[in-house]
């Protein structure tokens, strides 16, 4: 039992390593920024519902839309409210809601109002989040832009 705790927790770590190494080459985040991506998705991994591999998704969406490291570590808790609510996956969130941002020229700093927007969107019509990321939403959006 102990060695198959250790074997977990070894997986655990390789896994968060290899998300982040992801993170690292998307967003060519070198020393003090790299580590403040680890510092994040670490933080969100314990306290958050999240794990940090998928804190760490969830970075690598955001600089796969260009947020840069600031951005990233900014946008992250407001995406992480965003994948909470809409019950999904974070990478998929973080995905759907720089895409509409980028699309809307949103700014990533507004990232917790854009989610706030979203989240009041889908709990107000009858739509969820991936119906809105196919269709990008323009009404909704006309309350942010």
Request: proline share 1%; net charge negative; with cysteine.
């Given at each position: 039992a102990?060695?198959?705790g250790?074997?977990a927790?070894?997986?655990?770590?390789?896994d968060f390593e290899a998300?982040?190494?992801?993170?690292?080459?998307i967003?060519?985040?070198t020393?003090?920024e790299?580590?403040a991506?680890?510092?994040i998705?670490?933080k969100?991994?314990?306290?958050t519902k999240?794990t940090a591999?998928?804190a760490?998704e969830?970075?690598?969406?955001?600089?796969?839309?260009?947020f840069?490291?600031?951005e990233?570590?900014?946008?992250l808790?407001?995406v992480?409210?965003?994948?909470?609510?809409s019950?999904?996956s974070l990478g998929r969130?973080?995905?759907?809601?720089?895409?509409?941002?980028?699309?809307?020229?949103?700014k990533?700093?507004?990232?917790g109002h854009?989610?706030d927007?979203?989240?009041?969107?889908?709990?107000?019509?009858?739509t969820?989040?991936?119906q809105l990321?196919k269709?990008?939403?323009?009404a909704?959006?006309?309350q942010?832009?």
């Amino acid at each position: 039992a102990v060695a198959a705790g250790i074997g977990a927790s070894v997986k655990t770590a390789a896994d968060f390593e290899a998300a982040m190494s992801n993170v690292k080459a998307i967003s060519g985040a070198t020393g003090d920024e790299f580590e403040a991506l680890k510092n994040i998705a670490a933080k969100m991994g314990a306290e958050t519902k999240f794990t940090a591999v998928e804190a760490a998704e969830g970075l690598q969406f955001l600089a796969m839309a260009g947020f840069s490291v600031e951005e990233q570590i900014g946008s992250l808790p407001a995406v992480l409210n965003l994948a909470s609510a809409s019950n999904e996956s974070l990478g998929r969130s973080a995905d759907i809601v720089s895409n509409i941002m980028t699309g809307f020229g949103v700014k990533a700093e507004e990232s917790g109002h854009a989610v706030d927007v979203l989240v009041k969107t889908m709990t107000t019509a009858n739509t969820d989040l991936g119906q809105l990321g196919k269709q990008n939403c323009p009404a909704a959006w006309e309350q942010v832009a």
